[in-house]
């Protein structure tokens, strides 16, 4: 069965700093890999994804995250915080071979709190 | 275009009552999902629903919970008796279908239900 971990619950960092959000997934083949930001009483909202090719992958807000098979893992980064970029942040896998990329596994998400 | 709409927002039921929850896709999109969040935690997947079938309900309960998705009208995703440990939120997320890279998928932004 596939699984997310985030092992940071909760992160603050100043604005202006960078940001490297860690996730972690367990799967047994290629894996769809997602971040979703959550702002408080919203919905998700999709920041990026990866399917495959480039492991680098580029998302909305200045975000992107890289792909690393041999580490599992899915991080999320941004150079450069904004107070704005204050919200929960899921990593998700999705099961690349059962033809849906939508049934999604959550991982328990990541506050972020922006100092200024 | 609206985006996916759930209503109510808020919910609040005694033990014992009945929770209906209704998801109206985006237009066009004839493919929906239904996640639960229960506090602290990251969405769990509950149901996936094309057009008046069910294709995967691993995710559900298997007593009082239930889902639809007739030919006319929004998704309903039913709760009878509910208890207190049924407090969560719940996200409907609906796509157009594809597979893959394809698949885009736009969430809702939640019924919050409270069973007091």
Redesign the interface.
């Known amino acids: 069965a596939q699984s997310v971990t985030q092992p940071d619950i909760h992160i603050t960092v100043s604005e202006g700093a960078s940001l490297e959000l860690r996730c972690n997934y367990s799967y047994g083949a290629t894996p769809y890999l997602f971040w979703y930001v959550q702002s408080p009483g919203q919905g998700l909202q999709l920041l990026l994804k990866y399917f495959s090719g480039d492991t680098l992958v580029q998302g909305i807000k200045g975000f992107e995250a890289e792909f690393k098979r041999s580490q599992s893992s899915f991080n999320l980064r941004k150079p450069s915080v904004h107070w704005s970029d204050a919200a929960e942040y899921f990593c998700a896998v999705g099961a690349g071979n059962t033809g849906t990329a939508s049934k999604l596994t959550f991982g328990t998400g990541t506050r972020l709190q922006v100092t200024l | 275009n609206a985006g996916?709409m759930q209503n109510p927002r808020h919910l609040v039921r005694r033990r014992g009552q009945e929770a209906r929850l209704r998801c109206s896709p985006m237009k066009g999109h004839s493919?929906v999902?239904w996640?639960r969040q229960l506090p602290?935690?990251?969405?769990?997947?509950m149901v996936?629903l094309q057009k008046e079938n069910i294709i995967?309900e691993s995710g559900m309960p298997k007593e009082r919970f239930s889902a639809e998705f007739p030919k006319e009208g929004p998704s309903i995703l039913r709760i009878q008796q509910v208890v207190r440990g049924d407090s969560a939120a719940y996200?409907c997320?609906t796509?157009q279908g594809g597979?893959?890279?394809n698949?885009?998928?736009f969430?809702?932004?939640?019924t919050q239900l409270s069973v007091l």
């Open positions: 996916v493919h999902y996640y602290e935690e990251g969405l769990k997947f996936y995967d996200f997320a796509t597979s893959g890279p698949e885009k998928l969430f809702g932004s939640g």
